[in-house]
């Protein structure tokens, strides 16, 4: 008896609720469920890294609320006549989390350890040759050519009293546990597998941010991060799973924000032109592609896969990037099973022995090998089945296999391109440059995964980099994503959208970029969290 | 328990130990994908990255070259860095251990407990009602998916009744004025992970904790204190548990194998911040030398808990102990 | 000539005893029940009801039950009745086949092993140690992304990582059953190992192998849903692990789809049942110690 009077005890003890937070402080509370790999921008990889370097850092330029260039760590900035000199005038004032002064010592060190060595946020800084201190508030940076994306490049400064004595090999491997940076907000702890605890930096320069904390709180799973935004132990949520939508909306303190995405995933097929590829010859035919894209629902796909939370595929540039991307309109290939078998047809692509498979005039089939990653969510799964009835309607027989990530990477890039066509995405930025380049003859082995060469395509690509004239540049990368439409080395299945969630019960002050269409929280913008405050 | 009982013991431990640092080895190295182009991809990067990490990580060499140079480090205890976070593999796997180790604890001893209990009712009061009840509840536990099992206490203990936390080890970012609020904090989210695991294995235990007892109710002794009058519950508790108690030593050690695979699935459905969790990620980054790190590290454990429960049999059972 | 004869008579007689004993075992009889249950679900359920993994979204997606969906709809609208019946085949092949593997290797090894003895038997013991001490699923789950998803390399790798339970014991029912009289006489007539361990030992080894492979059984059929439910299954077959995973990435518990995420537990849990109640019921008539007469 007293022991039984002990255990209930016991268990009333450890099922009394928690004591409330703090309730002095304001913390904003968001789940997630990918976390950040690194606290340096030298090593960080992973999309996630966001969660960390745009709260702690700033850029030279950043993006104002419609996502135009405004100035960020440098006041304004000019371009020589010839394109190739560019001039920063960098604030006065600003100071590091630390209390030292920033000034151009920290741009300098930044730029010159990017462009001396190979990082991930190098890429960004392609043509550019030097960066040069001119006095303690100005900066030079020299180009080989006229560099049109130069205001959209989104490079971390980092505080040269801490790195000065860092090689270009240590900077692989070197990362403070609480990253000294400019920004609004200090990651005070990070708890792998639990939390990252961000602090508000008073000092900010521009204006210290309404609220005390921010926890990112990780979740193993979308069923219990969905839970807590209910019961509000979460005030924000970055991904939903597409079918939670619906029951989240129903609640009158929360609000879905759904925003046109910027990745985009596509149907990729192996358009490796050598006699080193094992993929299947007859997918070289861009007939045969051309084909495919007129036979995929894409609707379908975008209806049950992503539970409607998308946009149908077109070019390889997103609309969501604004006017770069090229709209095929009176061009479009709709969905006309009929006119992909007709394309098929003329190609001389007939069903000779009622196997229902075409084959070609020396009797190979249409049989391809259709490579899908199964650990990335359920989306490309989904898709694959779709796009697998799709092909079988007009003659195209595929066979799906499943694997992750990992092995299909292998199979592309070690095995010699062993498969025929595969399901992968990219996310693109506000700059159309470098996904452009992922489809470039040079690229191949590198950052193509389709291996695809196409000597217009890739002068025009050298052309637009340089155009530093919108106009003229838009147009080329107009006609650039044209080209790629009607070869369709990949067939863009379709735009995810990015989809949020926030309690609108404790705190105010969501700022949605760009205004109105866009989403808040997972943005490179700071304004959400500038303006957000209790309630 | 002599000398040579336990020599041998030891040397058997310490060989299991260096197969499975080579199986280890071996395994990885022979897994598709190349955990750097993966990184490339990821980062939208070039291929002179992807060559700067592969001189990073020494992955150049014969294999047998490479496997020499692992077995070094190990002496050394260094188990290298991960491909992901870049930091010591020893340091990640630190963190992550101790949560899971916490969780497995736990588990098996309320697990243990259980188990003992619903074996023993069961055994003693062989083919009556109370038999068939702990009986069938063991066999139907037994059958349960251990994520589903979670999955379902999660939906009753912390959506509909909302009185226990739905993720985490503790309350995140949370910072707890006394240690105790957060030992109180961390007992708090261990409860239904705890349950959860512990119910998933007591269904073993039970049957096996049946199976030995009964087994030991036929020998001999035990009719002969039957035949002098001893009460029943004297009997059981008195006589015929301990010995039968033995066979669940070995099996709980042995168990221990399992408590990984227990806990990837709980750690999943409750957001545990254990190695459980550490280990699927990892897989799906590539990340081989923390994979290899936990395989060796939980590899260890388990030797370590045989070797101990072997020690114990050796002190325990009699016919050993007076060799 | 005629002792084959007399053998022959002696299994017959041994198996009807085996059965009369087998009809008194309530555990036993519903454990086959249950398993019989699930073998015509399995083979004869898709003849009354059909399902087409091709057709999506002919339902409403996550759609609770009605009529025409007596068990709802999955995330790509298919009927999860549908999947059920068809999963059911999947789970019970993938669970034997894999058992199979398992048991053969493992008796394989634990026979030759215990018969061998001496230094061999230490060096097998020991490396059978060094997998058992490895973690299994980890291992499953490095094994399975090494050789892909396939069904039929699911089914290996779940063969190749259970047998160490299954040699240990064969192992120690050779040792004694190596002790015996005949077996002696045997080695002193001049028989050959093999016909040793093929002829006179693995039937003494049967029954305990018998009861010990319905239980690997039920441990691979579990094996198989857990793989699947953390994604390294093969998604493109309808097993229950698959049903339990879709249920879970589409956040079907925060939405209250119990119809998506209970019933696939449920068979899976009762086929385990099935399995384990056959197996210990098993272990009941043929171990010696348990057995009340």
């Known amino acids: 008896m007293k022991k039984l009077c002990l255990f209930l005890a016991l268990m009333l003890l450890v099922a009394l609720p928690m004591t409330a937070y703090n309730s002095e402080k304001s913390v904003l509370r968001i789940g997630i469920i990918q976390e ?21 850092y700033d850029n030279l330029i950043e993006y104002d609320d419609n996502l135009h260039p405004v100035g960020g760590l440098a006041e304004d900035w000019s371009v020589s006549e010839d394109g190739l000199v560019w001039t920063f005038n960098l604030r006065e004032g600003i100071k590091w989390s630390d209390g030292e002064d920033f000034n151009a010592d920290d741009v300098v060190w930044t730029y010159t350890a990017l462009i001396e060595g190979e990082y991930p946020q190098s890429v960004q800084l392609t043509g550019i040759t030097k960066c040069e201190k001119v006095d303690e508030y100005t900066v030079k940076l020299y180009t080989e050519a006229p560099k049109a994306d130069m205001e959209s490049i989104r490079v971390d400064i980092v505080p040269e009293h801490i790195y000065s004595n860092k090689s270009l090999e240590d900077l692989h491997t070197f990362a403070e546990d609480s990253p000294v940076g400019t920004g609004p907000f200090k990651l005070v702890e990070w708890k792998q597998g639990q939390f990252l605890k961000f602090e508000a930096n008073e000092n900010y320069f521009k204006g210290a941010p309404h609220i005390d904390e921010i926890v990112y709180v990780i979740f193993a799973n979308a069923d219990t991060l969905m839970l807590a935004l209910k019961n509000g132990e979460i005030d924000a949520v970055t991904s939903i799973a597409s079918n939670q939508v619906e029951m989240l909306e129903q609640n009158p303190n929360i609000e879905v924000v759904k925003a046109l995405g910027r990745n985009f995933q596509e149907l990729g097929f192996n358009c490796w032109d050598s006699p080193e590829s094992k993929g299947n010859p007859l997918v070289l035919d861009p007939k045969i592609r051309l084909a495919c894209d007129y036979a995929i629902d894409k609707e379908q796909i975008v209806e049950i896969a992503l539970t409607g939370l998308g946009t149908p595929g077109t070019s390889l540039i997103p609309p969501s990037v604004g006017d770069w991307h090229w709209d095929p309109s009176d061009e479009k290939h709709n969905y006309d099973p009929e006119k992909a078998k007709q394309i098929l047809e003329e190609a001389g692509y007939i069903d000779t022995d009622g196997d229902s498979i075409r084959e070609d005039s020396e009797g190979n089939k249409l049989d391809f090998r259709f490579a899908v990653i199964s650990s990335y969510g359920e989306a490309y799964v989904k898709a694959s089945l779709i796009i697998q009835k799709n092909l079988q309607d007009i003659g195209i027989n595929t066979n799906i296999t499943t694997m992750d990530g990992g092995a299909q990477s292998d199979l592309i890039y070690s095995q010699n391109f062993d ?11 506000l700059d159309p440059s470098l996904k452009l380049s992922v489809v470039l003859t040079e690229q191949i082995g590198k ?22 004239d919108r106009e003229e540049r838009l147009e080329t990368v107009h006609e650039m994503q044209r080209i790629v439409y009607e070869e369709a080395p990949y067939i863009i299945l379709y735009y995810p959208d990015a989809v949020e969630a926030y309690r609108t019960d404790k705190f105010e002050g969501w700022t949605r970029v760009p205004e109105g269409i866009g989403n808040s929280i997972s943005q490179v913008n700071k304004s959400t969290f500038l303006s957000i405050r209790p309630k | ?40 991809k990821a980062g ?26 692992y077995l070094r480090q190990l002496f050394t205890f260094d188990f290298g860095l991960s491909f992901k976070y870049r930091k010591p593999v020893l340091e990640i796997l630190g963190n992550r251990l101790m949560a899971t180790l916490l969780l497995a604890f736990f588990a098996q001893l309320f697990a243990i407990i259980l188990g003992t209990v619903i074996g023993t009712l069961s055994a003693a009061f062989r083919g009556k009602k109370i038999d068939v009840a702990a009986l069938g509840f063991a066999l139907f536990i037994y059958a349960i998916p251990a994520f589903w099992l979670g999955i379902v206490l999660l939906s009753f203990f912390s959506v509909k009744l909302g009185i226990l936390p739905l993720n985490g080890m503790v309350v995140a970012g949370l910072s707890h004025p006394t240690t105790w609020a957060y030992i109180k904090d961390v007992v708090h989210h261990l409860v239904l992970p705890v349950f959860s695991m512990g119910l998933a294995i007591c269904g073993g235990y039970a049957i096996i904790m049946r199976g030995s007892l009964l087994d030991v109710l036929t020998e001999d002794y035990i009719t002969t204190a039957r035949a002098k009058g001893l009460k029943r519950k004297d009997i059981v508790i008195k006589h015929a548990l301990p010995n039968a108690m033995l066979p669940m030593v070995t099996i709980i050690a042995i168990n221990l194998g399992f408590m990984v695979s227990g806990a990837i699935q709980t750690e999943t459905v409750f957001s545990w911040p254990g190695i459980g969790r550490l280990v699927y990620e990892a897989l799906m980054a590539r990340d081989y030398p923390v994979l290899q790190g936990a395989f060796l590290i939980i590899s260890l454990t388990v030797i370590i808990a045989n070797f101990i429960a072997d020690i114990l049999y050796g002190y325990l059972d009699p016919r050993i102990k007076y060799e | 000539m005629s002792s084959n004869i007399n053998r022959k008579k002696v299994m017959k007689k041994g198996i009807i005893r085996f059965i009369d004993i087998f009809k008194e075992n309530k555990m036993g009889v519903l454990g086959f029940y249950i398993i019989v249950f699930f073998l015509l679900v399995a083979f004869v359920g898709p003849l ?74 230490s060096v097998l013991m020991r490396i059978t140690d060094g997998f058992m001490v490895l973690p299994k699923l980890p291992l499953i789950m490095i094994l399975a992304a090494l050789l892909g998803s396939s069904t039929r390399n699911i089914i290996i790798v779940i063969g190749l990582t259970g047998w160490t339970g299954t040699t240990r014991l064969v192992r120690s029912q050779t040792l004694s059953v190596k002790q015996r009289p005949f077996i002696e006489r045997a080695v002193s007539v001049g028989a050959g190992k093999g016909y040793i361990m093929f002829r006179h030992i693995l039937p003494n080894v049967f029954p305990l192998v018998f009861s010990n492979t319905i239980l690997v059984a039920a441990g691979a059929i579990l094996t198989e849903t857990t793989l699947s439910f953390l994604g390294l299954g093969n998604p493109l077959v309808p097993s229950w692990g698959q049903i339990l995973r879709g249920a879970f990435t589409s956040g079907a518990v925060s939405i209250g789809a119990w119809w998506y995420f209970v019933p696939a537990g449920l068979c899976v849990i009762l086929l385990v049942l099935g399995f384990t109640l056959l197996g210990y019921s098993f272990d009941e008539i043929l171990n010696p110690k348990l057995r009340r007469y």
């Open chain 2, 1 to 40: 328990m002599n000398l040579s009982y336990l020599s041998k013991k030891l040397s058997h431990s310490i060989i299991t130990l260096f197969i499975v640092i080579t199986i280890n080895f071996f395994l990885f190295r022979v897994i598709p994908g190349d955990p750097f182009a993966m990184i490339a």
């Open chain 1, 419 to 429: 498969t025929d066509m595969y399901i992968w995405g990219w996310s693109a930025e």
């Open chain 2, 44 to 69: 939208n990067l070039s291929a002179e990255y992807k060559e700067e990490l592969s001189t990073l990580y020494g992955f150049n060499g014969s294999l047998p070259i490479q496997y020499v140079k």
């Open chain 3, 48 to 121: 009354i009801y059909s399902y087409n993994p091709q057709e999506f979204a002919k339902g409403g997606l996550i759609a609770p039950p009605t009529k025409e969906f007596p068990l709802g709809t999955d995330d790509m609208g298919r009927s999860i009745l549908g999947a059920l019946i068809y999963g059911a085949k999947v789970s019970l092949m993938i669970g034997i086949f894999a058992t199979l593997i398992s048991v053969f290797i493992g008796t394989f090894i634990g026979i030759v092993s215990g018969f061998a003895g001496g230094k061999f038997d």
């Open chain 1, 447 to 468: 950052r193509s995964d389709c291996f695809w060469s196409n000597e217009d395509y890739d002068e025009l690509y050298k052309i637009q980099v340089s155009q530093v």
């Open chain 1, 36 to 56: 950040p790999d690194t606290t340096s921008p030298f090593i960080a990889t992973l999309a996630a890294f966001n969660v960390i370097d745009v709260r702690v």
